[in-house]
């Protein structure tokens, strides 16, 4: 007797950006039986967003965040939305060190920021963002994913490019 093959199924949980009042509300992400559907959380319990087949889902994920776009309508949720706090909190830092000249407080702001996408990259994991991704994938979404991987060579890339420019431009000056 052989087993009947069982339709993917994963669960990405996170939190729900809300636009209109920037609060972040608690979010599960479900693929079950050929349907995506979005459940959030509230004071009152959770709240059913909608249950559509995945065939007329969009599923774009980059790093610590997966989007739902269903009928033109973006679903942001993101792995850990206190990083992105963070992150922000870790720039204005950055900047700060880099104007007072404080090269030991930069490099310790640049720990904080590793450890921080470090932190967003794990929740990501153990929210269940890659099985979700596979399952949707399987169940007929259009999936797009961009990880953290592509992201860091995307801004070293870009860092090589502006040393390769100022480069050019300074050798340009100098043989004027």
Excluded: H
């Excluded at 069982?6 to 479900?30: H, I, K, M, R």
């Excluded at 249950?51 to 965040?65: C, D, F, H, I, N």
């Excluded at 979404?141 to 953290?148: E, I, K, M, P, T």
């Amino acid at each position: 007797m052989t087993m009947p093959i069982q339709p993917p199924y994963a669960v990405f949980a996170g939190s729900l950006g809300d636009n209109a009042t920037g609060n972040w509300y608690p979010a599960q992400a479900e693929v079950s039986n050929g349907f995506v559907t979005l459940w959030v959380g509230s004071p009152a319990g959770w709240t059913q967003y909608f249950s559509v087949p995945a065939t007329e889902v969009t599923v774009k994920s980059a790093a610590q965040r997966i989007t739902l776009v269903v009928r033109g309508q973006s679903y942001p949720i993101l792995a850990k939305p206190r990083a992105v706090g963070r992150a922000i909190g870790y720039g204005v830092a950055g900047t700060a060190a880099s104007v007072l000249d404080k090269p030991v407080f930069g490099a310790g702001v640049d720990v904080g920021r590793g450890v921080n996408q470090a932190a967003a990259a794990s929740a990501w994991n153990t929210g269940g963002g890659p099985e979700f991704i596979a399952a949707a994938r399987n169940s007929g979404a259009q999936v797009s994913r961009l990880g953290y991987g592509p992201l860091i060579a995307i801004g070293c890339g870009g860092g090589v490019a502006v040393v390769i420019l100022v480069v050019v431009v300074t050798l340009i000056a100098i043989n004027l």
